[in-house]
């Protein structure tokens, strides 16, 4: 009893904390109580170790979720440390505390080809032996909680980006038809668990969710025992949204089409990721992504769970180094000192209007939190002006407007002497850039009547280039890139043709022939570029053409296109410099969303 009241003081103390909520006396709802009116899951993840260095979480777990997953300690390489040695006493702990409080208890996971346990690397198995170690591993972690776990992630991750099969161990030794054996075994360990296929970037639908869906209708065709499908929702900030990678309408069409094969489908590991500090703007639009991607999922009958990958930002694995760059991050529902935050009440307020009750947010803040690009006014331009007779075209508008002077004569040659009269601008927003390092970016661009052209001068007293490999990790040391959206449509929120990111590395640096390039789309046009050391670090000019197989841009006083420039700076091994020149653009996000470039407005030099 004393536990009970404890935990109910609590969850009012809590109550008060959820930020733009008040209720009266005695009706307090939680996340927990609203899903369960619901009949919803709403769960998080926690490792066994994390709740013995928290001990405060088990309150805040118990209060306001109904399903947990172990976060690691069901995993291979915990669970079954040595051959035929089984340790339970992390996932006991896990399934205790879910237990003590009516917890659902979602397994995760019975084969993964990461935490992949040493005395099984590198071995040279048959199919049989390695059927024979599948299913005793199944059979004996399922079995030993057979009736308890409501359901249980049985393969994660098993297919690549393209669709197919990943290439992992138990692929080798067995054959394709391993993931249907451990769903048989798992099977018959507890048939009354839901069994579950577990994977990321399928939320969209996409080459790689077409290969799930393949795989899963052939299995309920033929009867493998299956019940569900895991999309895992490790996202990014403003990634669920209309135009944006993760369009609602689609992400429901998904859905339903696994739950028309009779499968229930839940997210089962979410977070949003930003970059840099969290502050309000960003906790509104993390809320926002939480808030868009729960309202679909109760539009969807399938849809039966959401589940967020931890329960405190400080203890999220996107605080690691090796799973996101942000030491920062802040991408769950409750804060570092373990307050709930603005996603939290935002995932409240869907469940409150989709149970008709009172909403928990105004109109107005729900509003803000589906349409974040309308809290953000695009500022005016003010009158062109020149600050130098000379000047070809007028100053810039520092990160949102560049005037482009044509027509011009440039020669793509490594020197900057035709660039006279040229104004320049500089990226002025700092993403990262270690204290006392003076990398700098100025820039300028230019058009004749055939090509585009950009010249980039950075400032970098030591040039980092050839050590990663340039179609994969370029921008992991000094690089240059300019972006063009050439659609006529500067709103676009993701790419297609007509938009390139082209970047342009160091390791050009005294190269001749055909420039090493990358970014996305870069490979739609032949840019041509030439790369200078010089005194203070290195120059690049470049071209592409105006007229090209995905845009065709005319020059014309006062013809707007959309622009970005960004600068990638390593001084060791890995990019620790990131400069921008959008400002729109403070999440580092413009390789993937060009509505967060500037604006580039051709100036007519001849114009009276
Ligand atoms: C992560 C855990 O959160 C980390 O603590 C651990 O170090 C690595 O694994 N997809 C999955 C999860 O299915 O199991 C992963 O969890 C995150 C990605």
């Known amino acids: 009893m004393k536990h009970v009241i404890f935990s109910l003081v609590i969850v009012c103390l809590l109550a008060l904390a959820v930020p733009g909520a008040t209720w009266a006396q005695g009706e307090t709802p939680t996340l927990r109580s609203l899903a369960e009116r619901r ?75 990461q935490c992949f346990p040493d005395w099984l690397n590198g071995r040279e198995l048959s199919r049989d032996a390695a059927i024979q170690i599948l299913r005793d591993h199944i059979k004996t972690v399922v079995g030993r909680y057979r009736g308890r776990f409501a359901l249980w992630d049985v393969v994660n991750e098993a297919v690549e980006s393209d669709g197919s099969l990943r290439q992992t161990p138990w692929l080798k030794w067995i054959g394709a038809d391993y993931i249907e054996l451990a769903f048989r075994f798992a099977h018959e360990a ?59 309408a689609k992400l429901a069409e998904n859905m339903e089409r696994f739950g028309k094969l009779g499968l229930q489908v839940q997210i089962t590991e979410m977070d949003v990721l930003h970059a840099g500090e969290y502050d309000e703007a960003i906790a509104r639009q993390v809320a926002g992504t ?51 935050k603005l996603a939290y009440t935002a995932l409240m307020d869907v469940l409150a209007r989709a149970l008709g009750d009172k909403p928990i947010l105004t109109d107005d803040a729900a509003k803000e939190l589906v349409e974040p690009q309308a809290t953000v006014k695009k500022a005016a331009l003010p009158d062109p002006k020149k600050s130098n007779v000379a000047q070809l075209a007028p100053d810039s508008v520092n990160g949102l407007a560049y005037y482009a002077a044509f027509p011009v004569k440039i020669s793509v040659d490594g020197d900057a002497s035709d660039w006279a009269n040229i104004p320049r601008d500089t990226l002025k927003t700092i993403i990262k850039r270690p204290d006392g390092d003076s990398t700098a970016l100025t820039f300028a661009a230019a058009a004749d009547d055939k090509n585009f052209y950009f010249l980039g001068e950075a400032q970098d007293s030591k040039v980092v280039s050839g050590l990663h490999p340039i179609d994969s990790q370029w921008y992991e040391e000094d690089s240059v890139e300019f972006y ?31 420039p090493l390039i990358a970014g996305y789309n870069s490979k739609d046009v032949t840019l041509q570029a030439v790369v200078k050391k010089t005194d203070k670090g290195y120059l690049v000019e470049a071209s592409v053409p105006l007229k090209t197989n995905v845009w065709s841009i005319e020059p014309k006083q006062g013809l707007e296109i959309g622009f970005q420039v960004h600068l990638n700076g390593s001084s060791d091994k890995q990019r620790d410099t990131k400069l921008i020149w959008s400002l729109a653009d403070t999440q580092d996000q413009s390789y993937r969303d060009p509505s967060l470039f500037g604006v580039l407005i051709f100036w007519d030099v001849n114009q009276k």
């Open 290 to 340: 939480y808030y868009q991607t729960l309202q679909t999922c109760l539009k969807v009958a399938a849809c039966t769970g959401l589940t967020v990958w931890g329960v405190h930002d400080a203890m999220s694995w996107l605080r690691m180094p090796q799973y996101s760059n942000n030491p920062k991050a802040a991408p769950l529902l409750f804060d570092d000192k373990l307050k709930p």
């Open 39 to 113: 009949k919803f899951a709403v769960g998080t993840a926690i490792s066994s170790w994390t709740l013995k260095s928290t001990p405060d979480l088990r309150a805040i777990i118990t209060a306001h979720f109904n399903q947990i997953t172990p976060e690691n300690d069901a995993k291979m390489c915990f669970v079954q440390p040595q051959e035929n040695q089984f340790d339970f006493r992390g996932l006991d702990a896990v399934v205790s505390l879910a237990e003590s409080a009516r917890m659902k208890i979602h397994g995760h996971t019975l084969l993964w080809h």
């Open 190 to 248: 507890d048939p009354d668990a839901l069994l579950f296929y577990n994977d990321y970037g399928v939320e969209a639908i996409n080459a790689k969710s077409d290969g799930v869906y393949k795989l899963l209708s052939d299995f309920v065709k033929r009867g493998v025992p299956l019940h569900g499908f895991g999309m895992q929702m490790h996202i990014r900030m403003n990634d669920v949204g209309p135009g944006r990678a993760i369009e609602p």
């Open 484 to 514: 063009i959206n050439g659609t006529g449509d500067r709103k676009l929120a993701a790419y297609k043709p007509g938009i390139a990111q082209l970047a342009i590395p160091a390791a050009n640096i005294g190269r001749s022939g055909a």
